[in-house]
């Protein structure tokens, strides 16, 4: 399950009401097994036997948090007295011009409030009182023939642990009813993608006295620090992924699928699974025939430190671009031991060569997205100009219950090598002629997911690390007998 990034982006479809319904028979299957279940009274969302269950108390504590938080900010004038928070969530989104669509998934800001799983609702926070109300789509009776019962609100009131449920054409009404003093609407730059978030919208908006300038920075703050069930699912799906990564680890060979992987190759699998919409990021780096070469040795170990150091280093407090200028000094001294460089390394890093080798940001902020919400929020430090600095995701100093990534790497991309060994300035630390050993080497990174705690940080990444655990894990795999698909299929012409 390679790591993707989906970029929803909201679209406002017209759909028919037979159109619905061929896209409600192509998600079957995910419904009947993501649905939160309540039977046992109080609602908690799991994937069936042996998986994680998550209550959807979760999603009540994270709205007190934005409650008590725009409670400060009334304190001081920031946010009025009866302002009531609206989201929209996301909406399906057709595949080309098929009557199919793509898998829903919830847009993250609204997951994270409501833990709400299908599409087409909206959500609303009184900041007074704190009293939720969700909106669902009144589906058409056709649906309910290959559906099954179409779930009224009052069961979703139940389902979502939210104090009302009506249907999204009553929302005008329920908020009339309500009388807000202002709309607070998500309206905010993501600022890895440079996407805008869609404000929520329905028809008789312009009634209301609508404020976007708040919500955004004040919900992507909240996501940056973990709670305790959150942290709990996180584990969860890291802990899953790095199942994932030693079984690949352990089944890989060379010279196998057409030759896409050949002996003496070096492997780099960037994988993460996501559980209820909380991802895990994890790179594993490893010979593809079980057994590293001294040049692969050399390259893995200088990368190995520098994930290590900064690992040893963080804590709350510690800046992160410090930690990428960490890696960079740990990685580059390993690369001059081992010949590759010459000269000072404080000069190195002043020359940009730890971008030449590793072209990107030490690590991110994870947690509902991959790259998760509020690097560089306007409170926040802005993101530096130098080489390799600029591609960090955050330059934040780190605070308790934060989850980042650690994924220091070593490339060896003949462009940029090209380009180096052209700069005048550059091309005084590059030993040529051992660089050139290391042409179509490809790369090693290794990225560890790790949670900020009060004094340190607990990598909670399960993998194989060092050069002999990865050695001896690929060993143990090889005594396995496995079957790739062209070879049954060849078994099945013989007979
Ligand atoms: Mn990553």
């Known amino acids: 399950m390679l790591s993707v990034a989906l970029r929803l982006t ?4 017209f759909i028919s009401k037979d159109n619905l319904l061929a896209r409600k028979m192509a998600s079957v299957t995910k ?16 994937m069936g036997e042996h998986t994680l269950r998550i209550p959807m108390s979760h999603h009540a504590h994270n709205r007190q948090r934005l409650v008590q938080r725009l409670a400060e900010l009334r304190a ?14 996301g909406d399906e989104l057709p595949r080309d011009a098929t009557d199919c669509t793509w898998v829903f998934r919830q847009e993250s800001f609204f997951h994270w409030l409501f833990g709400v799983l299908e599409p087409g609702w909206y ?6 009182s704190g009293r939720t109300t969700l909106f669902c789509p009144r589906l058409p009776d056709a649906y309910a023939v290959v559906m099954g019962r179409i779930i009224p609100p009052h069961d979703f009131m139940k389902r979502y642990s939210v104090d009302r449920v009506f249907y999204v054409d009553e929302l005008p009404k329920v908020l009339e009813d309500i009388k807000p003093s202002v709309l607070l ?12 978030t869609s404000a929520a919208q329905f028809a008789g908006i312009e009634k209301f006295s609508v404020d976007s300038s708040v919500l955004h920075t004040e919900l992507s703050e909240l996501r940056v620090t973990k709670s305790p069930i959150e942290i709990e699912i996180m584990k969860y799906a890291i802990e899953t992924s790095s199942a994932a990564h030693c079984a690949v680890m352990k089944h890989v060979r060379p010279a196998q699928f057409g030759k896409l992987i050949r002996d003496g190759d070096m492997c780099l699998f960037d994988m993460g699974a996501e559980y209820y919409c909380y991802s895990a990021d994890i790179t594993c780096s490893f010979p593809a025939n079980g057994k590293f070469s001294d040049d692969q040795r050399l390259v893995y170990n200088a990368v190995l430190a520098a994930n290590q150091a900064v690992f040893e280093a963080v804590k709350p407090g510690v800046k992160w671009d410090d930690m990428h200028l960490l890696s960079y000094r740990v990685m580059l001294q390993k690369l001059k031991d081992g010949g590759l460089l010459r000269g000072d390394v404080d000069a190195m890093i002043d020359a940009d060569i730890g971008a030449v080798f590793q072209p990107h940001g030490l690590g991110h902020l994870l947690g509902m997205d991959v790259h998760d919400s509020g690097g560089y929020l306007p409170h926040c430090p802005p993101r530096p100009s130098k080489a390799g600095f600029n591609k960090l995701r955050t330059v934040r100093p780190l605070l308790e219950n934060m989850f980042l990534t650690i994924e220091p790497g070593c490339y060896f991309i ?4 090209d380009k180096a060994l052209q700069d005048p300035v550059q091309q005084q630390f590059l030993v040529p002629e051992v660089l050139q050993r290391f042409r179509g080497f490809g790369g090693v990174r290794i990225e ?16 194989p690390r060092t050069v002999e655990e990865i050695e001896a894990l690929m060993a143990e795999g090889r005594k396995e007998t496995i079957s790739f698909p062209q070879q049954l299929g060849k078994h099945r012409s013989q007979q």
Do not use: C, M, W
């Open 10 to 13: 909201r679209a406002r479809l």
């Open 31 to 46: 419904r009947e097994v993501s649905a939160p279940r309540y039977s046992d009274g109080a609602a908690h969302f799991d």
């Open 76 to 89: 001081t004038q920031a946010v009025k007295e009866g302002s009531v928070v609206l989201l929209q969530g």
């Open 123 to 128: 959500g609303v926070v009184e900041s007074d």
């Open 185 to 196: 609407t998500l309206v905010g730059v993501n600022s890895d993608s440079g996407l805008t």
């Open 414 to 417: 003949d462009s940029l090598l």
């Open 448 to 463: 560890d997911d790790v949670l900020i705690t009060s004094d340190g940080a607990l990598n909670l990444t399960r993998v």
